[in-house]
């Protein structure tokens, strides 16, 4: 469970990082144009070339729910986060830069004061108060960190790694059943969230009963 705990709450992965932000996949080859269509077939006139409509934040979210294996998932995964990360201010995201290096070097109340900063300057971006929740909880104050968590889910529902990370935060406390609510629907917008499925195939049971 503190590997858990881990994972969400001190960072291991966490969104923003340098670890996270890793390149996006290069473009799709053109199809081939070796075959020329048939005289009947062209249409008159100039030819525009295609171009090919970025990808929205809704986009990406459907394709991580239905990605057909880790490997895809990860890739969309990491697209995510580098939105996610995005403050649309440079002094909050420079603050949130001294806020991750304040975690990194388990400085929590250092990295509580920048944040306070961040959420006061963008107080609609989801992932200031995701930090912070984990700042809370290296301080061993749940309270604040689940009030942070409900913040960011708040701010951006489909946050899959806050989702989780109240998971572990109710399993800390005893309270298996939001902790099971809290994981499935981080599973429903991640699928492969190897350690969220080990845990709500553990407790499940417990929790809904076994099968006869």
């Known amino acids: 469970m503190r590997r858990l705990l881990f994972l969400a709450l001190a960072l291991a992965a966490p969104f923003g990082t340098t670890a996270a932000l890793g ?9 081939s144009l070796a075959i020329e269509p048939k ?11 295609e171009t ?31 939105r996610l990360a995005r403050s649309g201010s440079d002094t909050a995201d420079l603050l949130m ?3 991750v290096q304040a975690l990194e070097a388990k400085d ?12 006061q300057l963008r107080p609609g971006w989801a992932e200031a108060w ?17 009030a942070d ?11 899959f790694a806050a989702w989780a990370a109240l998971g572990h935060v109710y399993m800390a406390g005893g309270d298996k059943r939001r902790a099971l609510e809290a994981y499935r629907k981080a599973l429903a917008l991640h699928p492969f969230l190897e350690d969220a499925k080990k845990v709500v195939d553990r407790i499940s049971p417990e929790v809904e009963g076994r099968d006869l």
Request: proline share 12%; no cysteine.
């Open 97 to 99: 830069s001294r806020a």
């Open 149 to 159: 968590l409900h913040k960011a889910l708040s701010a951006e529902p489909r946050h």
């Open 52 to 82: 090919r409509r970025p990808s929205t934040l809704d986009d990406l979210f459907a394709r991580l729910a239905a990605a057909a294996d880790e490997t895809e998932a990860k890739g969309i995964e990491n697209l995510i986060e580098r």
């Open 130 to 146: 995701h930090r912070r929740a984990a700042a809370f909880y290296m301080l061993e104050d749940p309270a604040d960190a689940m």
């Open 108 to 119: 929590a109340p250092l990295a509580i004061e920048l944040l306070d900063r961040v959420t």
């Open 39 to 49: 005289p009947a077939e062209r249409t008159p006139g100039p030819q525009k070339a």
């Open 23 to 31: 390149q996006a996949p290069r473009p799709a080859t053109p199809p």
